[in-house]
């Protein structure tokens, strides 16, 4: 008989109002735990989730960590490893600037910050045009009318890959009512893990949204990971971007990406808090 699942701590990471952020599960110890529990655990809260085992080699990490969607596995979850660290500093009084952390897309680091803030670092970023424009815009339900006049779609990533697709105006974004099966279509066409269409305000604000491919849920309130992606989709803009996520769920979310000043890649920030 399978043993019961552990109950996990629930965090709400980038949030930025009242009900926002991206709500994430986290088992401080899942060294008990096989894959088929862990994905269990993900499908019984409908969430991404994040593992905490002991690291393969200690003496170059100090953690690793497992994300599951409801549907599968992920490589590398953002907000989950975000939030997680966070936890971990708070909850074992961690005196260290950060933390070495091992994912199955690579080793990241988790940046403690004086004032209690934390990042988390991502690779130098990749974006090559999409080819497919019609099958994405089909199922995003827009047009070509619809995007940022010369703007090209881009498949870019840090990690996983996300399609960058830029629309002229936040209000077209936000009425957005894409069909999943054809957002999992597209995706699959594409060698997508998402679409990621975005758009700028008056404030240089981006405000963005994330249909994922076959998660087991139609939407995200906050994916670190695609707004790494389109951080690098922008060229890694010197003064970093802010993004806007969830507002059209009702989980208003924000993030914040800026060039990493110790490597090639970038940083990753934003807030977490505890849910009850």
């Known amino acids: 008989m399978r043993q019961p699942l552990p109950t996990p701590i629930l965090l709400s990471v980038f949030p930025a109002g009242p009900g926002g952020g991206n709500p994430c599960p986290v088992v401080l110890d899942a060294s008990g735990m096989d894959a088929a529990a862990m994905q269990a ?20 990490v100090d953690y690793g960590f497992r994300f599951f969607v409801p549907a599968h596995e992920m490589e590398m ?20 600037d950060g933390l070495r952390i091992e994912t199955l897309s690579g080793p990241v680091r988790a940046i ?30 827009v047009t070509e009318r619809d995007l940022l006049p010369g703007a090209r779609l881009l498949n870019a990533a840090t990690s996983r890959v996300k399609t960058l697709v830029p629309l002229a105006d936040p209000a ?4 957005l009512a894409p069909d999943p099966a054809a957002v999992g279509a597209a995706c699959a066409a594409i060698g997508s893990t998402g679409l990621y269409p975005w ?40 003064g970093g971007i802010v993004v806007r996520q969830g507002e059209a769920m009702g989980r208003p979310s924000e993030i914040r ?12 920030g934003g807030r977490v808090e505890r849910l009850a």
């Open 41 to 60: 655990l993900a499908a019984a809260y409908g969430h991404e989730s994040v593992f905490v085992l002991p690291p393969a080699d200690a003496a170059t």
């Open 77 to 96: 979850c953002g907000h989950a490893t975000l939030g997680a660290a966070w936890l971990l500093r708070q909850g074992a009084a961690l005196s260290c």
């Open 112 to 141: 403690f910050g004086p004032d209690g803030s934390v990042e988390i670092t991502q690779p130098a970023g990749h974006a090559t045009e999409v080819a497919e424009v019609p099958a994405v815009l089909g199922a995003l339900g």
């Open 172 to 175: 077209r974004l936000h009425r």
């Open 199 to 238: 758009a700028a305000d008056t404030g240089g604000i981006l405000h963005a949204r994330q249909f994922p491919r076959g998660s087991g849920y139609p939407e995200d309130a906050a994916t670190g990971i695609a707004a790494a992606a389109l951080f690098h989709g922008l060229g890694a803009p010197s």
């Open 257 to 268: 990406v800026r060039p990493d000043p110790e490597g090639p890649g970038c940083r990753i």
